[in-house]
């Protein structure tokens, strides 16, 4: 019953540091994505993937890398971190069920960069 | 470009009371309309969902109409309990990649 695992769920870093966020489900979805929460605005979103082995930019796509390692899995990259990258970091998984498109999300990764 | 707007909040409510959140929306095509509901600490849930007009969403006794003519999808519940409090988060789908979001509405209730 896990659906979504997001690790880690706090993270802080010093500016220009690196870290990769994990993301899996174990719901057989095709597709994968990833949003940063910022007070006040909403989620927009950073990458997605629609299928294994395809990614495409989203609204605020840079300073992030993704990766799409398996069906399972998606990743998501900050080579150099910003203090502007400070965020709450939700990856989603989502099927089309009666063509509406069901998203799924893990329970956030909290960063922060000093 | 698509974008759903939200009351802002805090909205402050006692336990039993009525609740009613804005949602207003504008989006090419005919969307499908949905609220998320993120509880403290958690990523979000859905909650309830719409796909074309007159629709009615309803869940855990929230619900939601579809109303094309005034593009709004208002969350209405008649009666709150504390355990309600969170954000609640109203969002579009237009077929086409991911959703889009509104900023959220964030929801006390006292006892």
């Known amino acids: 019953n896990a659906g979504v695992t997001q690790t880690p769920k706090f993270q802080v870093l010093k500016t220009g540091q690196s870290m990769t966020l994990q993301c899996a489900q174990d719901?057989?979805?095709?597709?994968m994505y990833w949003y940063r929460q910022d007070p006040g605005m909403g989620l927009r979103l950073i990458y997605y993937s629609a299928s294994e082995g395809t990614t495409d930019k989203g609204e605020v796509p840079n300073g992030y890398n993704v990766s799409r390692l398996n069906k399972r899995e998606f990743s998501l990259r900050l080579e150099s971190a910003a203090p502007s990258q400070t965020s709450v970091y939700f990856c989603a998984s989502s099927v089309l069920a009666e063509n509406k498109n069901i998203q799924y999300f893990g329970a956030g990764t909290r960063l922060s960069v000093l | 470009g698509n974008s759903v707007t939200q009351m802002e909040g805090p909205v402050t409510l006692s336990e039993e009371a009525f609740l009613t959140i804005n949602c207003t929306y504008t989006a090419t095509g005919y969307p499908s309309l949905f609220w998320y509901v993120q509880y403290p600490g958690e990523g979000l849930q859905l909650l309830l969902k719409?796909?074309?007009?007159?629709d009615k969403g309803s869940n855990k006794g929230f619900e939601a109409t579809y109303r094309k003519e005034t593009t709004s999808f208002h969350l209405e519940k008649g009666s709150v309990q504390v355990s309600d409090s969170a954000v609640y988060f109203c969002?579009?789908?237009?077929?086409?990649?991911?959703?889009?979001f509104g900023s959220g509405t964030r929801l006390q209730v006292q006892p």
């Open positions: 719409a796909t074309k007009a007159d």
């Open positions: 969002a579009l789908d237009t077929g086409r990649r991911a959703l889009t």
């Open positions: 719901m057989n979805h095709n597709s």
